[in-house]
């Protein structure tokens, strides 16, 4: 089992990034998603997919991140827009076995990447 994330960076506010998160050694997750953690702050959820495709985003990034996978490549990305000063975190991709209950919280969590950083100035 093993989660590798990529694709953080720094860039300046109104700027995109797409993380992905590369998967290995799952046959059936049920839950997958994106957190983030700023210095000082608790890890949140962001973005959490089930297995039937539909999403639920965190209220601060609705209508700028959409997370999305591709089964054929074990690959999961949030694609970020018009990124803000704010949103700079570390980014940790998340996969459950279980349902997605509730979306953004840590608890259906059982893997997690390793993490990689976005800053946004």
């Known amino acids: 089992v093993q989660l590798v994330e990529s694709g953080g960076g720094s860039v300046q506010a109104g700027a995109s990034l797409t993380p992905s998160c590369v998967y290995h050694g799952f046959s059936d997750s049920k839950c997958m998603g994106w957190f983030r953690q700023a210095p000082g702050r608790e890890r949140e959820g962001v973005a959490a997919?089930?297995?039937?495709?539909?999403?639920s985003y965190a209220d601060s990034v609705k209508g700028r991140f959409t997370a999305s996978k591709d089964n054929a490549k074990n690959t999961l990305y949030l694609q970020m827009n018009s990124l803000k000063p704010e949103d700079t975190a570390m980014y940790y991709c998340?996969?459950?076995?279980?349902?997605?209950?509730?979306?953004?919280?840590?608890?259906?969590?059982?893997?997690w990447g390793q993490g990689t950083q976005v800053t946004v100035s």
């Open positions: 997919i089930r297995s039937d495709g539909s999403s």
């Open positions: 998340a996969i459950g076995l279980g349902l997605c209950i509730p979306p953004l919280a840590s608890s259906w969590v059982n893997y």
